[in-house]
C-alpha cells in the first residue's frame, strides 16, 4: 500500500520518541527520518521502526514529555494482537449450535470454554469473550435440559 504523508508524519514521530528516549543516536535518527520521508509504501516506513518500541514505554501525566514526543501511537505500528484460542472459538460455536441441535453442544461448549479460558490464563492468549460466550450459551442449554427433565419427571410421579 502506497504511504501518505500522514503514515511518514506517525513514522517520524516514533523515531522523534526513539531519540527522545536515548534509543537513537543523532546521525542514526536523521538518517531514519530521511528515509522515511524518502518511503513509497507503509510496509517500508514500518521497517524502519520496527526495532524500537512502537509507543511511550511509561507516560506519567505529572511528568512533561518532549517536544514532538507521541501521545498516541497509530495501530499502523502497533504490534499485531495475540492469536485466539481454538477452543475459545469452539466453545462459541457449540454455544451456538445448541439452539440448533436441541442442547446436545451445551456439555462440549461448557468443557471448551472452561479448558478454553483455563489455557487464555497460562499461555496469554486472545479469546476470553468467546469462551466466556461459550460457557454462558452451554450452561444455560444444561439448565434448560435440566428443567424440562425435572419438569418430565415430575408430569411422571404425579
Known sequence: MLAAHADRERTVDVLRAGFAEG????????????????????GELSLIVADL??????????????HGYPMQIPRTFLAAPPPTNGKAVGAMVCG??????MGITGIPAVILGHTARAEIRR???????FALAGLILGWLSVAG?????????LAAVA
Do not use: H, K
Open 53 to 66: 518500541p512502537q509507543g511511550p514505554v511509561s507516560v506519567q501525566p505529572s511528568v512533561p514529555q518532549p
Open 145 to 153: 435440559w435440566a428443567l424440562f427433565l425435572a419438569v418430565v419427571f
Open 96 to 101: 451456538v449450535l445448541t439452539t440448533m441441535t
Open 23 to 42: 534509543r537513537l543516536q543523532q546521525p542514526e535518527f536523521e538518517r531514519r527520518v530521511a528515509r522515511a520521508y524518502e518511503a513509497r509504501t507503509v
Open 123 to 129: 499461555s496469554g492468549e486472545g479469546g476470553e469473550g
